[in-house]
């Protein structure tokens, strides 16, 4: 077994890919308090909110509300999600509170055409314009690739397809890309093998590994992904999250399995999971229900 990096850098994702999949509207204020606390982990990244239209995904109405209420310390970069430049526009206007953008396109075409009613060339083109734009405005820029490691209406995607497709990220001036695996098909096998390719083919951009638990299977694909060379991941809290396909899907890997699981590992995050935990606590008992999440039924591991 290849050695395990000392430390990796997680993005925490569920302000924006677990609450716009809840069925009900957070309130504002909620989604302000659970923010800052969780800044307040020691996460070095989060993704706070998406700038799309409030009619198709009314959970995310109050973006720029949540943003210019949220008080994030200075180490912590905050990213939004913007599927094209009319939401970067939106996010521009509080540009101050903002680090990153995340923009996104699947690598199938059928997922692309259902998700945003786009082809995937035209997709590719918006997010050209789009990261010229914000890159102008001194944002760093995030690419990410849904269906990455499979398709619920194409089944298998091809890996040269979803590296041309990174390289094209790239080139419009993502420094970081993510692969997602939006539907929770990968496994780990496929994992490390399409990472060992990604490596080598895309030398300089931050890879990032985005896992959904759809099967039970995320923190093995992150031990393969690990393995491969992947120093970057993204989460959620509480597993919120999920993907309006297949229906009832469970959501993305919940932040404190996979921070429980690396730092067993010897594996640094700079996330104190206790306080991870209370925040993952406080979620479930504003939503009202049991989440996916793991270590917040066990707790940490602590008989040391
Ligand atoms: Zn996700």
Avoid at 98 to 119: C, L, Y
Wanted: proline share 6%.
């Amino acid at each position: 077994m290849s050695a395990l990096p000392g430390a990796v850098r997680i993005r925490e994702v569920g302000p924006r890919d677990g609450f716009q999949n809840e069925p009900e509207v957070i309130p504002t204020e909620r989604k302000v308090e659970l923010i800052d606390a969780l800044a307040r982990t020691g996460v070095k990244r989060l993704e706070v909110t998406s700038f799309v239209r409030p009619d198709v995904i009314p959970q995310l109405a109050d973006a720029g509300e949540v943003l210019e209420r949220i008080d994030v310390p200075e180490s912590v970069a905050v990213s939004v999600l913007v599927p094209n430049e009319r939401g970067l526009d939106a996010a521009l206007e509080h540009h101050a509170k903002i680090d990153e953008i995340n923009g996104f396109m699947s690598a199938s075409e059928t997922h692309n055409q259902k998700n945003v009613d786009r082809s995937v060339a035209e997709s590719l083109d918006g997010l050209r314009r789009t990261f010229a734009r914000a890159r102008a405005e001194g944002l760093r820029c995030e690419g990410v690739i849904s269906t990455a490691f499979g398709c619920p209406y194409e089944g298998h995607v091809h890996p040269g397809r979803v590296l041309a497709i990174a390289q094209e990220l790239a080139e419009a001036g993502a420094e970081e890309v993510g692969f997602g695996d939006t539907t929770g098909m990968a496994n780990p096998l496929q994992v490390r093998d399409f990472f060992e390719q990604a490596g080598p083919a895309l030398p300089d951009v931050e890879l990032t590994a985005h896992f959904h638990n759809t099967r039970g299977q995320g923190l093995a694909n992150v031990l393969a992904a690990l393995e491969a060379g992947v120093e970057s991941f993204e989460s959620s809290f509480g597993e919120l999250g999920g993907c309006p396909v297949p229906a009832g899907a469970t959501g993305n890997i919940a932040t404190e399995d996979l921070v429980s699981m690396l730092h067993e590992m010897g594996v640094q995050t700079g996330i104190d999971l206790p306080a991870l935990l209370a925040c993952a606590r406080a979620v479930q008992y504003h939503l009202g229900r049991p989440l996916g999440s793991h270590t917040l039924v066990a707790g940490p591991i602590d008989w040391r």
